[in-house]
């Protein structure tokens, strides 16, 4: 009778631990059509324009995998792997390894907050909160050349509870070098940064200060790649419209100043609306702008969308651009590294001064 009772009593000890655990998979698939001309080809001076299948431009597809379990007091203990690939090819990721957007984990308290270890999307990612088409494949890391959507390893991350309306959120990511802040023996050089927000039901603000260094020497040496960031945004709601803008200061300290070489700094501003039509239906509006110095040129995005929720899991998007460059610069709509266009095998930037315009459909799924 003895060991019926502590038999019973080992089997509800172990259905109340695992009822305090619990992983989520979880994933998201992108697909769509896409049109863009204005693509340069900086070896015969000529542009080209493509009709292709594309995955990922309203979102990236990725799927992933968290994990929490309760250990009592308020604390729990975390995971979260996450990777992304390519739904029109089946391809994984591209770099970074088969988690190459998160590898956590770490601890939460409902007091204290939570603290994370691993790879993590870098701190700059915090703009998808304020961009109005969401970081979607033409939008705020565009004029940037991606400098809005990086990953980071070695990370140590803490998110603060809500206090007032406040929240914190910081990052510091090692290099892992001999030298702190990156010599060329590792891939990445010191990085991290800090957000504040405040919200409440009218408003938000963030503001975001965040750097990047050269994984070659520790420096800021590329607005683009190793640099400082200085970032305030808002977001406006008003019923069925959110507003949102944001302001973006990118320096360099060790960039090359010679005539002809790239930008030290840039300044990137963007505005938009988003009107919620109806409970399924939201179009959206926005222009995005950046200027550099050293005769880098400006440009500007101006772009109209919207998408329609077939259900909680789906919907259908679309987006029309186009970007417009002075003179000097050849950005595009999408977030390419610097440099002439290559007629489109490697590189989708325009020739210099000349326009970019894109549109695109697909569908999104969400499970």
């Known amino acids: 009778m003895k060991?019926?009772?502590?038999?019973?009593?080992?089997?509800?000890?172990?259905?109340?631990?695992?009822?305090?655990?619990?992983?989520?998979?979880?994933?998201?698939?992108?697909?769509?059509?896409?049109?863009?001309?204005?693509?340069?080809?900086?070896?015969?001076g000529s542009?080209?324009?493509?009709?292709?299948?594309?995955?990922g431009d309203w979102g990236t597809s990725l799927w992933g995998m968290k994990g929490v379990e309760d250990i009592g007091g308020g604390n729990k203990v975390l995971f979260q792997l996450e990777g992304s690939f390519n739904t029109m090819t089946g391809a994984g990721p591209g770099g970074g390894g088969l988690f190459n957007r998160w590898a956590t984990v770490g601890m939460s308290n409902d007091q204290f907050g939570t603290l994370l270890l691993g790879r993590e999307l870098f701190i700059s990612n915090g703009v998808w909160d304020f961009d109005p088409f969401g970081q979607s494949n033409w939008s705020s890391a565009s004029l940037v050349r991606g400098r809005n959507w990086p990953q980071s390893s070695n990370n140590i991350s803490y998110q603060s509870p809500k206090f007032a309306g406040f929240d914190v959120y910081g990052q510091f990511a090692l290099s892992n070098a001999t030298n702190f802040n990156g010599n060329g023996t590792t891939a990445q050089g010191r990085e991290g940064g800090?957000?504040?927000?405040?919200?409440?039901?009218?408003?938000?603000?963030?503001?975001?200060?965040?750097?990047?260094?050269?994984a070659a020497?520790?420096?800021?040496?590329?607005p683009f790649?190793?640099?400082?960031?200085?970032?305030?945004?808002?977001?406006?709601?008003?019923?069925?419209?959110?507003?949102?803008g944001a302001y973006q200061a990118i320096r360099t300290s060790s960039a090359a100043s010679a005539a002809g070489a790239s930008p030290t700094s840039?300044?990137?501003?963007?505005?938009?609306?988003?009107?919620?039509?109806?409970?399924?239906?939201?179009?959206?509006?926005?222009?995005?702008?950046?200027?550099?110095?050293?005769?880098?040129?400006?440009?500007?995005?101006?772009?109209?969308?919207?998408?329609?929720?077939?259900?909680?899991?789906?919907?259908?998007?679309?987006?029309?651009?186009?970007?417009?460059?002075?003179?000097?610069?050849?950005?595009?709509?999408?977030?390419?590294?610097?440099?002439?266009?290559?007629?489109?095998?490697?590189?989708?930037?325009?020739?210099?001064?000349?326009?970019?315009?894109?549109?695109?459909?697909?569908?999104?799924?969400?499970?």
Request: charged share 10%.
């Open 194 to 214: 800090l957000q504040l927000t405040y919200t409440n039901s009218l408003f938000q603000v963030r503001g975001m200060y965040d750097e990047i260094r050269s």
């Open 47 to 55: 542009s080209s324009h493509r009709f292709r299948a594309e995955s």
């Open 3 to 44: 060991k019926a009772l502590l038999a019973a009593s080992l089997l509800a000890f172990g259905v109340a631990a695992h009822a305090q655990s619990s992983v989520t998979l979880y994933g998201r698939l992108d697909a769509g059509l896409e049109y863009m001309s204005g693509l340069g080809n900086g070896a015969t």
């Open 225 to 244: 790649t190793a640099s400082r960031e200085y970032t305030g945004a808002v977001n406006v709601f008003l019923g069925p419209f959110k507003i949102q």
């Open 266 to 367: 840039l300044d990137h501003e963007w505005g938009g609306v988003t009107w919620q039509a109806t409970p399924a239906a939201a179009l959206i509006a926005a222009v995005y702008h950046v200027n550099a110095n050293k005769n880098g040129g400006n440009a500007t995005i101006y772009t109209i969308g919207g998408s329609y929720n077939l259900s909680k899991r789906t919907l259908l998007d679309i987006q029309i651009a186009q970007v417009r460059n002075s003179n000097a610069a050849n950005f595009g709509l999408e977030a390419n590294s610097a440099g002439a266009g290559d007629g489109g095998a490697t590189n989708d930037n325009p020739l210099p001064g000349h326009n970019q315009s894109g549109v695109y459909a697909g569908i999104q799924h969400s499970f």
């Open 217 to 222: 020497n520790g420096n800021f040496t590329d």
